[in-house]
């Protein structure tokens, strides 16, 4: 089997896959993806397997820009990954998965994540689940009635032209709210999204809705504010539809404020789709995470990861000022070296789930670490602990 990139001829074999594997597209939507991969195809991010000249699988790599503790760095999001149905059960689906790590790695995105269609496969090749996409359902009349605390905030509709000012709102949110886990399109991206004609989307000074109608209710894509008066002004905007839309359902932050804003609550009704994360380039990924300010840390790690070496081996884990590095532990003879000085050992689905956030109580219960001590666990818990979520499905 050859695993090569794809390019413009292989597409027609691609969407025959891509239709065996997820179910047919309309025309329009069948257009909107040639739109969306075309382009790619140049940069590396769309390879396939071969069997001689016959099409056996494919993988997408997203460049997208993921948030850590507020920091930006590039995020390989891996879709559009399909063996053909004669070819599955023969670890086709694995062969490409290593593929997609070493090409992700030339490609710089020290980080990789993905929603799972089945686990196994993902988890076996070192991606661990770590965040989930939260909706919540919300009556239309309770999100109308945050408007009173919002007056005179200006909200202008959104079009093509306005993906760089929303990006860069995306940037400076997730900064101020040292978000962990978000994600953001590029400007192309961007600028197909905000062409759709059945989404309405407005920007203020320091937030940004995207909604539209789903059957004979509201569905937010996304609402996200600075401040409490634009999010009460966004969120309002969208109860305004209460004569005719009961109910609102929208993608949220775990924590979202709009669930501290609604006057009532007591039963969240919540649907949770679940994603993975998987660690690809050590060094660089810790390098570019954002840690508390207040927590200091220097503690020697183990991590095992067979589908990239260079991950392997003993590091020194240090995190201060809100920075992070690892380094390898060279020349120390490990053998011999009681488990707890050489510190916590991770196998790469471990290690990639503590880095985005899964508190160590949970990773010791699940056999995702071992070694190690107490004290270990309570420092790397303060420096990477969070509650990573994602608002953009993929
Ligand atoms: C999912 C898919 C990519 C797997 O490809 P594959 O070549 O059959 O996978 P492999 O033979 O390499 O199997 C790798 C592991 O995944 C497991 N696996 C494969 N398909 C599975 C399924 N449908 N359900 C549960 N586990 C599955 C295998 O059992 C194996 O695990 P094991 O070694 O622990 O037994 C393929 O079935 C497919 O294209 N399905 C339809 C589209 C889809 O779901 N894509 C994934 C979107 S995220």
């Known amino acids: 089997m050859d695993i090569r990139d794809l390019t413009a001829d292989d597409l027609d074999a691609v969407l025959d896959n891509r239709k065996r594997a997820f179910g047919p597209l309309s025309g329009s939507d069948a257009e909107t993806w040639r739109q969306v991969v075309l382009p790619v195809?140049?940069?590396?991010?769309?390879?396939?397997?071969?069997?001689?000249?016959?099409?056996?699988?494919?993988?997408?790599?997203?460049?997208?820009?993921?948030?850590?503790?507020?920091?930006?760095?590039?995020?390989?999001?891996?879709?559009?990954?399909?063996?053909?149905?004669?070819?599955?059960?023969?670890?086709?689906?694995?062969?490409?998965?290593?593929?997609?790590?070493?090409?992700?790695?030339?490609?710089?995105?020290?980080?990789?994540?993905?929603?799972?269609?089945?686990?196994?496969?993902?988890?076996?090749?070192?991606?661990?689940?770590?965040?989930?996409?939260?909706?919540?359902?919300?009556?239309t009349e309770a999100l109308r009635a945050l408007g009173a605390g919002a007056p005179g905030v200006k909200l202008r509709r959104m079009g093509p032209d306005d993906a760089p000012e929303l990006i860069a709102t995306i940037g400076r949110i997730n900064a101020a709210t040292r978000a962990s886990g978000p994600v953001c399109y590029d400007e192309r991206l961007w600028r197909l999204w905000l062409a759709e004609d059945d989404d309405f989307c407005y920007i203020a000074d320091d937030g940004f809705v995207i909604y539209r109608w789903s059957g004979g209710d509201i569905e937010v894509d996304s609402c996200l504010a600075e401040s409490e008066t634009t999010a009460r002004a966004l969120w309002s905007l969208v109860g305004s539809a209460s004569s005719i839309a009961k109910?609102?359902?929208?993608?949220?932050?775990?924590?979202?404020?709009?669930?501290?804003?609604?006057?009532?609550?007591?039963?969240?009704?919540?649907?949770?789709?679940?994603?993975?994360?998987?660690?690809?380039?050590?060094?660089?990924?810790?390098?570019?995470?954002?840690?508390?300010?207040?927590?200091?840390?220097?503690?020697?790690?183990?991590?095992?990861?067979?589908?990239?070496?260079?991950?392997?081996?003993?590091?020194?884990?240090?995190?201060?000022?809100?920075?992070?590095?690892?380094?390898?532990?060279?020349?120390?003879?490990?053998?011999?070296?009681?488990?707890?000085?050489?510190?916590?050992?991770?196998?790469?689905g471990g290690l990639s789930a503590l880095f985005a956030g899964v508190s160590m109580a949970t990773l010791r219960r699940t056999g995702l670490v071992s070694g190690g001590t107490a004290e270990d666990d309570e420092a790397l818990d303060a420096a990477f602990r969070c509650t990573a979520y994602m608002l953009d499905y993929f």
């Open 41 to 139: 195809l140049p940069t590396g991010r769309y390879i396939g397997a071969f069997d001689g000249p016959r099409l056996v699988a494919t993988a997408r790599i997203n460049a997208f820009t993921q948030w850590w503790h507020g920091r930006p760095m590039p995020m390989g999001g891996v879709a559009g990954v399909t063996v053909a149905p004669e070819d599955r059960g023969r670890g086709v689906g694995r062969a490409l998965m290593q593929a997609v790590i070493e090409r992700a790695a030339d490609l710089g995105d020290a980080v990789s994540a993905l929603y799972p269609a089945t686990t196994p496969l993902y988890r076996g090749m070192g991606w661990e689940h770590v965040g989930g996409l939260t909706r919540v359902t919300l009556p």
């Open 247 to 348: 109910s609102v359902t929208a993608v949220v932050e775990p924590d979202d404020p709009v669930l501290w804003l609604v006057r009532e609550r007591s039963k969240d009704e919540i649907r949770q789709t679940r994603w993975m994360f998987r660690v690809i380039d050590l060094p660089a990924a810790v390098a570019r995470r954002g840690f508390p300010s207040g927590v200091s840390l220097d503690t020697p790690i183990r991590v095992e990861d067979p589908q990239r070496p260079a991950n392997s081996g003993s590091w020194r884990l240090e995190v201060s000022s809100g920075e992070g590095a690892v380094t390898p532990i060279t020349g120390t003879p490990t053998t011999g070296t009681p488990a707890a000085e050489a510190g916590p050992a991770f196998g790469i």
